[in-house]
């Protein structure tokens, strides 16, 4: 297990920016030949060896499943469940981290290191207020203290943002939330899982451009898992490779003509929301989510909801899973009122309507194993005798590319882009109508980025089924739908064919 690796000068690659800091930066991480692996079980991470110095940025990429996040979690001291390390070297801000008991890792969790997760949203108190939970981690913070690290964070200050609770705003505005609350201990070793996930491309090049300006402002050391080669390309000082230890190659499948389905539709099936909106309250303020909106998708169709950061793409998601209760406007289920919450919904609107959420692991029950949460579902809402019911598991994870073993294992022994794969298992489960896929690419790598999207294109063909995608990958929903709405602030702005409202 310990067998030396090449230097890491021999997969690392150097940003020319960053040529001469090698001999004055202090050394933060050294890592020498780690590998993790569950016993009797699977390897979670190959032997790997990291270097990290003080004002750099390192960027770990590779495919789903190489064991980014698990190397970023057992940096502070947190690997896998019942997992098995192996190292030459493992030092950490001056400490062997294998070696620290509980209150150790503690102090240097809380005063040295901060690890900001690739779900955060379920890291953050649901109950706590924004300008709260950025306080909550600061040795000291004042009004004035977090209001400046929201804007650092490119968010906004006014409007009631700052007293708005985590539930009420986007998956990209949570990430940024998380952001500034591992800005307020001023670490010195910030982790990143996937910072841009979920994040327009202006707000890519800010992230970007944030990160740049703390390893070089504050001397920061960053490492970041990233699936985003823009990114990496943008601000990496040095890219470390991970490899995973059986590949596992995307299937590329050939979408079926959608003829024969499409013929059989009228102009009043599909989900139709007309003039909805919702508005998020606190402390007097209101902040409009969603301003009159209409939405239209028809059996069999592919459409995308685009837009910037916040500007209300997984709020209208919700209001169609019957997740968020409108304040004003209607639903209609192929020609009749569709109830406004899934409480009052049918068994049947419950099957033919799938949400696929953008954060996995606050949808994942972490004390049931995949294999469990797959067949709740299939209880539910099919007739299969038990043997029907794990052959059909074992279908589904095949057709998101995981193995069958992974029935055994729980949420958390899985990286975040495996999680994603199985809450699309899991929505397929019940044979959708309507599949509502929110920002589910943007943990993958693009390999299996491409293979999700193709199986969900072969499912469409297959079974009339409609997909409904929002995406910041202008490239996927280009390729991939065929109708788009376009929503900013709140408002829609323009809808029509993709073709002619997004750059191929």
Not at 186 to 194: N, S, V
Not at 215 to 220: P, V
Not at 335 to 353: D, F, N, Q, V
Not at 384 to 389: E, G
Request: charged share 20%; hydrophobic share 35%; with cysteine.
């Amino acid at each position: 297990m310990n067998t030396p690796l090449p230097s890491p000068t021999t997969n690392e690659t150097p940003d020319p920016a960053s040529a001469g800091k090698n001999s004055t930066s202090a050394t933060v991480v050294t890592v020498t030949d780690l590998s993790i692996r569950i016993p009797d079980g699977p390897v979670l991470l190959q032997p790997t060896s990291l270097t990290v110095r003080a004002g750099e940025i390192t960027a770990l990429t590779g495919a789903s499943g190489s064991g980014k996040t698990t190397l970023l979690r057992t940096l502070i001291g947190h690997p896998p469940a019942q997992a098995t390390t192996h190292c030459t070297t493992f030092n950490v801000l001056g400490h062997h981290v294998p070696s620290l008991d509980t209150t150790a890792l503690q102090t240097m969790r809380r005063t040295q290191v901060a690890y900001v997760g690739q779900d955060p949203g379920s890291a953050l108190n649901p109950r706590m207020k924004i300008r709260h939970l950025v306080a909550e981690t600061a040795p000291t913070a004042n009004e004035q203290a977090v209001l400046d690290l929201l804007r650092e964070c490119k968010l906004p200050t006014d409007g009631g943002f700052p007293d708005r609770r985590p539930t009420t705003i986007s998956g990209g505005q949570q990430r940024r939330v998380a952001l500034a609350r591992a800005l307020s201990r001023t670490p010195e070793l910030l982790l990143l899982d996937e910072p841009t996930a979920g994040l327009d491309e202006a707000l890519r090049d800010d992230i970007a451009g944030l990160l740049r300006h703390l390893a070089t402002s504050r001397g920061l050391a960053i490492v970041m898992a990233c699936h985003d080669p823009q990114l990496v390309e943008t601000c990496a000082d040095h890219v470390v490779q991970l490899t995973t230890a059986q590949p596992r190659l995307p299937r590329q499948r050939t979408p079926r003509p959608q003829q024969k389905a499409e013929s059989t539709n009228t102009a009043t099936d599909g989900i139709t929301a007309r003039s909805v909106s919702v508005t998020f309250r606190s402390r007097g303020t209101a902040q409009p989510a969603l301003d009159k909106v209409d939405f239209f998708a028809p059996p069999g169709s592919a459409t995308a909801i685009i837009g910037p950061s916040g500007s209300g793409k997984t709020t209208l998601l919700r209001v169609l899973a019957g997740l968020q209760r409108p304040d004003t406007g209607s639903l209609v289920l192929d020609g009749s009122p569709l109830a406004h919450t899934a409480r009052k919904r049918r068994r049947e609107h419950h099957r033919r309507i799938q949400l696929v959420p953008q954060n996995p692991l606050a949808a994942l029950n972490p004390s049931r194993t995949i294999g469990a949460a797959l067949t709740r579902p299939l209880r539910r809402h099919t007739q299969l005798t038990k043997a029907q019911t794990a052959d059909r598991i074992t279908e589904l994870l095949d057709q998101v590319d995981l193995p069958a073993d992974f029935i055994h294992r729980y949420p958390h022994e899985l990286s975040g882009g495996q999680r994603q794969r199985v809450s699309i298992a899991r929505a397929l489960t019940a044979n959708p109508d309507f599949l509502l896929c929110d920002e589910i690419t943007s943990a993958l790598d693009p390999d299996t980025a491409i293979a999700i999207m193709n199986l969900l294109q072969h499912l469409r063909a297959e079974h009339n089924m409609a997909i409904t995608l929002v995406s910041h990958e202008t490239h996927l929903v280009a390729a991939y739908t065929d109708t788009v709405h376009i929503l900013e602030a709140g408002q829609l702005t323009a809808h029509g064919s993709t073709m002619a409202h997004v750059p191929t």
